[in-house]
């Protein structure tokens, strides 16, 4: 059974930095692609930041130049570094896993959703101004 498991979220003032962390257990974890997403109240799901099996990143532009996205293939989590927090940064942090043959790596969007097969249940990052 696959599980993901999400830690590092809280709460910091703008600024800040967090790192969230994703552990990713029953599955074939360095064959695929991994995302996180945020969604704040009253507001859709978005992707943050996407990692294919290669390393190679992409980011929502929103967050580019703050955020990081890394995976470790040897001890399997997914992280992500935020630095320069920003109120408007509040939300449920999602980490999602198994992108399947998105096309779209090196392109401006970010795979989306549905092409995600595996979800945490989210970590809540609060940033007070």
């Known amino acids: 059974q696959v599980q993901l498991v999400e830690s590092g979220g809280g709460s910091v003032q703008a600024g800040g930095s967090l790192r969230l962390s994703c552990a990713v257990s029953?599955?074939?974890?360095?064959?695929?692609?991994l995302g996180w997403f945020r969604q704040a109240p009253g507001k859709e799901r978005e992707g943050v930041a996407a990692?294919?099996?290669?390393?190679?990143?992409m980011y929502a532009t929103s967050v580019k130049g703050r955020f990081t996205i890394s995976r470790d293939n040897a001890k399997n989590p997914l992280y992500l570094q935020m630095n320069s927090l920003k109120p408007e940064d509040t939300a449920m942090y999602y980490c999602a896993a198994d992108c399947g043959d998105y096309a779209g790596w090196g392109g401006e969007e970010l795979p989306p959703m549905y092409e995600y097969s595996f979800w945490g249940q989210g970590t809540q990052v609060t940033v007070s101004s």
């Open positions: 029953g599955y074939s974890y360095n064959t695929y692609c």
């Open positions: 990692i294919d099996s290669d390393g190679s990143t």
